[in-house]
């Protein structure tokens, strides 16, 4: 945001700011990925309407992985709390401390993928913004990954072909 970006209004950057800081961003981050996006329209790359879809598609998943995981730590904060209860005396079932155990491995396995999906997702926003020449080119042969592989999945570094092959692999 502001003068890199081509922005000297006073008024609308801490409107901008303010936006960002409601819906969890990073003003700096947020200023960096719309200038990429700049970049990357200004060399052909994808159409401006392609960039402004693939950058808000990245901002939707972070947003939702975030929330996921928010949620993850508000039901582990819950249960923590809740053995400060005043049925905390009485003792449960067996079956029942192996059923809480169960649902808090689980838990913990969701927020782990979560971690994983949202470091992936802001990966994608850094390789936006500090690499735009480069976003969307498969990481491995160089070809374009194409709109709609982007569209799908955002935070995509092969080529249909190439993933393929490495997985085929495996």
């Known amino acids: 945001l502001g003068a890199a970006n ?6 609308a950057l801490q409107y ?31 159409t401006k309407e392609q960039l402004a879809h693939i950058e808000r598609r990245l901002h939707e998943e972070r947003t939702r992985a ?21 049925l905390s005396s009485y003792t449960d079932h067996m079956a029942d401390q192996g059923t809480e155990a169960m649902e808090r491995e689980k838990a913990a396995l969701f927020a782990t993928k979560g971690g ?10 850094r390789r936006l913004y500090n690499d735009p020449k480069n976003f969307g080119k498969c ?21 249909i072909d190439c993933k393929v092959k490495e997985e085929e692999a495996v």
């Open 16 to 46: 901008a700011n303010l936006l960002c800081n409601e819906h969890g961003m990073d003003p700096i981050s947020f200023g960096a990925t719309i200038g990429a996006v700049m970049e990357l329209y200004d060399m052909g790359v994808l």
């Open 66 to 86: 975030l929330r996921s995981l928010g949620l993850w730590d508000r039901m582990a904060k819950a249960d923590r709390e809740s053995g400060d209860s005043d």
């Open 6 to 11: 081509g922005v000297n209004d006073l008024e």
């Open 116 to 125: 994983r999906y949202l470091y992936r997702l802001e990966e994608a926003l």
């Open 139 to 159: 990481h491995t042969c160089g070809v374009e990954v194409g709109f709609e592989r982007l569209d799908a999945l955002p935070h995509a570094r092969y080529c």
